[in-house]
């Protein structure tokens, strides 16, 4: 079936360092795939999606490429803030379903 | 615009009690509905989905139920909560589509306590 494997954490950065969280994925077919953002307490909010292969994400920074040929779609931002300290959600929708497959989420700390 | 509410935020219930979480969806129309479980440090566990009303699919099997009397209400309920129900709730709604999968909104969640 399909999966997706992030990058462990807890990942602790200072402000304006560089972040890259990994993410793999299982799949049959071509799925759609997304970076989720939750902030403490909060629900899910999506962060970027790609829908084929080469395409790049982006929002607040972040971007993501879509990469078939290594089954990828590392997260990454150039400067960090403080602002950005929260747990990032890497996931896979079916190809042919309604369901998305949730990575194991990353923590990541942001200290000024 | 489309908006998801979740009631209550906060919930702390005696073992054995029953549960109902409600959500509803403003803003759109038959739009898939989804119920996830976030235990503390985790990820997501997928509960239920459904894609209309009295359709529900059950992905975990245990001792909670859900149901979706109207297109835009989803309810989560338990006839005797256990302690290890006690979790984070989320509901999310996703656009209907053929083809491939769409993006899920999540609402802001419950925080279910069972003492």
Request: aromatic share 12%; net charge negative.
């Amino acid at each position: 079936g399909d999966s997706v494997t992030q990058m462990e954490g807890p990942v602790t950065l200072s402000e304006e360092a560089f972040l890259t969280i990994n993410c793999t994925y299982t799949a049959t077919g071509y799925p759609s795939l997304f970076w989720y953002v939750q902030y403490p307490g909060e629900g899910l909010q999506l962060l970027l999606k790609a829908t084929k292969a080469d395409d790049k994400g982006s929002n607040k920074g972040f971007e993501a490429t879509y990469r078939k040929e290594t089954t990828s779609f590392h997260l990454e931002k150039g400067s960090v803030q403080v602002s950005d300290s929260a747990v990032y959600f890497c996931a896979l929708g079916e190809t042919s379903g309604s369901r998305l497959t949730f990575g194991e989420g990353t923590q990541l700390t942001v200290n000024p | 615009s489309q908006t998801i509410h979740q009631w209550p935020a906060t919930l702390v219930q005696p073992v054995g009690s029953p549960l109902s979480l409600e959500c509803t969806v403003e803003g759109t129309s038959n739009p898939n509905l989804y119920w996830y479980r976030q235990a503390a440090g985790r990820g997501l566990q997928l509960l239920f989905y459904s894609v209309g009303i009295g359709q529900i699919s059950s992905e975990v099997p245990q001792n909670l139920s859900a149901s979706r009397p109207q297109d835009r209400q989803f309810i989560l309920s338990s006839k005797k909560l256990l302690l290890s129900d006690s979790s984070f709730y989320l509901c999310a709604w996703s656009a209907t589509k053929q083809t491939s999968t769409d993006t899920q909104y999540f609402g802001p969640g419950t925080r279910l306590t069972v003492l």
